[in-house]
Protein backbone atom coordinates (compact mmCIF):
# COMPACT_ATOMS: atom_id res chain seq x y z
CA UNK A 1 0.00 0.00 0.00
CA UNK A 2 2.97 2.60 1.10
CA UNK A 3 4.51 1.62 -3.13
CA UNK A 4 1.03 2.36 -4.51
CA UNK A 5 0.32 5.52 -2.63
CA UNK A 6 3.73 6.85 -2.78
CA UNK A 7 3.07 6.14 -6.45
CA UNK A 8 -0.17 7.97 -6.96
CA UNK A 9 1.18 10.72 -4.82
CA UNK A 10 -0.84 10.97 -1.59
CA UNK A 11 -0.85 9.59 1.67
CA UNK A 12 -1.16 6.18 2.87
CA UNK A 13 -4.08 7.12 4.89
CA UNK A 14 -5.98 8.81 2.36
CA UNK A 15 -5.46 5.40 0.04
CA UNK A 16 -7.10 3.41 2.99
CA UNK A 17 -10.02 5.43 3.15
CA UNK A 18 -10.42 5.26 -0.22
CA UNK A 19 -10.53 1.61 0.10
CA UNK A 20 -12.32 1.55 2.81
CA UNK A 21 -15.38 3.81 1.47
CA UNK A 22 -14.82 6.21 3.73
CA UNK A 23 -13.99 9.26 1.29
CA UNK A 24 -14.84 9.55 -1.77
CA UNK A 25 -12.18 9.01 -4.76
CA UNK A 26 -11.18 12.06 -7.26
CA UNK A 27 -11.19 11.08 -10.88
CA UNK A 28 -8.03 12.59 -11.25
CA UNK A 29 -6.21 9.43 -9.18
CA UNK A 30 -7.94 6.58 -11.19
CA UNK A 31 -5.15 6.73 -14.19
CA UNK A 32 -2.16 7.17 -11.57
CA UNK A 33 -4.09 3.96 -9.32
CA UNK A 34 -4.30 2.01 -12.48
CA UNK A 35 -0.54 2.66 -13.06
CA UNK A 36 0.27 2.12 -9.83
CA UNK A 37 -1.22 -1.25 -8.98
CA UNK A 38 -1.35 -2.80 -12.75
CA UNK A 39 -4.94 -3.86 -11.80
CA UNK A 40 -7.63 -2.28 -15.14
CA UNK A 41 -10.59 -3.91 -13.83
CA UNK A 42 -11.83 -0.32 -12.77
CA UNK A 43 -11.37 0.59 -16.54
CA UNK A 44 -12.64 -2.45 -18.23
CA UNK A 45 -16.21 -2.22 -16.21
CA UNK A 46 -15.98 1.62 -17.03
CA UNK A 47 -15.85 1.01 -20.58
CA UNK A 48 -18.34 -2.25 -20.73
CA UNK A 49 -20.61 0.20 -19.02
CA UNK A 50 -20.69 2.74 -21.45
CA UNK A 51 -20.40 0.20 -24.52
CA UNK A 52 -16.51 -0.06 -25.13
CA UNK A 53 -14.54 -2.81 -25.21
CA UNK A 54 -10.56 -2.61 -24.38
CA UNK A 55 -8.16 -3.32 -26.76
CA UNK A 56 -4.29 -3.79 -25.77
CA UNK A 57 -2.02 -1.96 -27.65
CA UNK A 58 -0.37 -3.66 -30.14
CA UNK A 59 4.09 -3.51 -29.65
CA UNK A 60 6.35 -5.27 -32.01
CA UNK A 61 6.90 -8.24 -29.68
CA UNK A 62 3.27 -9.61 -30.20
CA UNK A 63 3.16 -8.36 -34.12
CA UNK A 64 6.55 -10.58 -34.57
CA UNK A 65 4.77 -13.20 -32.94
CA UNK A 66 1.54 -12.92 -35.16
CA UNK A 67 3.94 -12.79 -38.67
CA UNK A 68 5.92 -15.96 -36.98
CA UNK A 69 2.77 -18.05 -36.74
CA UNK A 70 0.67 -16.80 -39.80
CA UNK A 71 4.68 -17.81 -41.71
CA UNK A 72 3.91 -21.58 -40.04
CA UNK A 73 0.40 -22.28 -40.98
CA UNK A 74 1.25 -20.63 -44.49
CA UNK A 75 4.12 -23.49 -44.63
CA UNK A 76 2.18 -25.90 -42.96
CA UNK A 77 -0.72 -25.34 -46.28
CA UNK A 78 2.28 -25.34 -48.81
CA UNK A 79 3.36 -28.57 -47.65
CA UNK A 80 -0.48 -30.27 -47.62
CA UNK A 81 -1.08 -28.90 -50.87
CA UNK A 82 2.24 -30.34 -52.30
CA UNK A 83 1.40 -33.61 -51.21
CA UNK A 84 -2.21 -33.43 -52.80
CA UNK A 85 -0.37 -32.65 -55.58
CA UNK A 86 2.09 -35.83 -55.72
CA UNK A 87 -0.97 -37.71 -55.72
Known amino acids: MKLV ?3 MGISTS ?7 GER ?7 LPYLKATKDYRYLKYLARECGFQ ?3 K ?3 KMVAQLISELAR ?3 S ?7 EEDK
Open 24 to 30: DVSIDYL
Open 77 to 83: LVDSNGD
Open 5 to 7: SKT
Open 54 to 56: LVP
Open 14 to 20: TLYKWIE
Open 73 to 75: VLA
Open 58 to 60: INK
